[in-house]
């Protein structure tokens, strides 16, 4: 059962332009909303997380935007850079006792020169 | 401060032969998660342990597969038997608790033949 749905599941997008990736998610008992960044033949890294009772939260060129009543969480990312390009992953943390996290399928974004 | 340590890197096993993954925490973590990441496709949670202890295994296949944090050295992945449909790629995640962002290995990519 897949309970974070992450789409597209490609992207291309032109140096400088703006990168949205959107994830919706099912399961009320998720307290935390992280955004991996995964280069090829390298683990996730952690590049911005939200909670639900904050509706936007901005690091540099990512944001996330938070829609707690829809469910749905996005990262934009402005004046994509060719660097940018990687695999994106939206998670949600479980509020139970483990605390595991639940991803989404993953995004990969190429940004072109 | 090192990182998550996972060794080795990559591991070819065939068919009915085990496979053990080790992974090293970041010093002063003491909360260990793996994951596996199947080919385009995201990390899925398998197991959370604590020193010496498992705390929720409910993602990880009822045969075969096994986990252990011990007191002293790495926690250690075990898959007995493997069949090609355990190729994957396996992350583990380490913590200071389980309210404090998961940082990642670089992960070891079991191929069975």
């Known amino acids: 059962q897949q309970q974070v749905k992450q789409s597209p599941q490609s992207l291309i997008v032109q140096k400088g332009g703006i990168s949205i990736i959107n994830c919706a998610y099912e399961?009320?008992?998720?307290?935390?909303f992280p955004w991996y960044q995964q280069f090829p033949g390298k683990g996730p890294a952690l590049l911005i997380a939200?909670?639900?009772?904050?509706s936007e939260k901005k690091e540099g060129r990512f944001t996330i935007s938070f829609n707690k009543s829809a469910k749905q969480f996005s990262l934009h990312i402005m004046d994509s850079q060719p660097g940018d390009s990687a695999t994106y992953f939206c998670?949600?943390?479980?509020?139970?006792?483990?605390?595991?996290?639940?991803f989404g399928s993953g995004t990969q974004l190429t940004v072109l020169p | 401060n090192a990182g998550v340590m996972q060794n080795p890197r990559h591991l070819v096993r065939r068919r009915g032969q085990e496979a053990r993954l080790r992974c090293s925490p970041m010093?002063?973590?003491?909360?260990v998660y793996w994951y596996r990441q199947l080919p385009e496709e995201g990390l899925k949670f398998m197991v959370y342990?604590?020193?010496?202890?498992?705390?929720?295994e409910s993602g990880m296949p009822k045969e075969r597969f096994s986990a252990e944090f011990p007191k002293e050295g790495p926690s250690i992945l075990r898959i007995q038997q493997v069949v090609r449909g355990d190729s994957a790629a396996y992350f583990c995640?380490?913590?200071?608790?389980?309210?404090?962002?998961?940082?990642f290995g670089p992960g070891t990519r079991l191929t069975v033949l």
């Open positions: 995640a380490s913590s200071p608790s389980t309210r404090n962002e998961q940082f």
């Open positions: 399961n009320t008992a998720f307290d935390y």
């Open positions: 939200i909670r639900p009772d904050v």
């Open positions: 998670a949600a943390r479980s509020s139970g006792s483990a605390r595991q996290l639940t």
């Open positions: 010093k002063g973590h003491s909360h």
């Open positions: 342990l604590q020193k010496e202890n498992i705390i929720d």
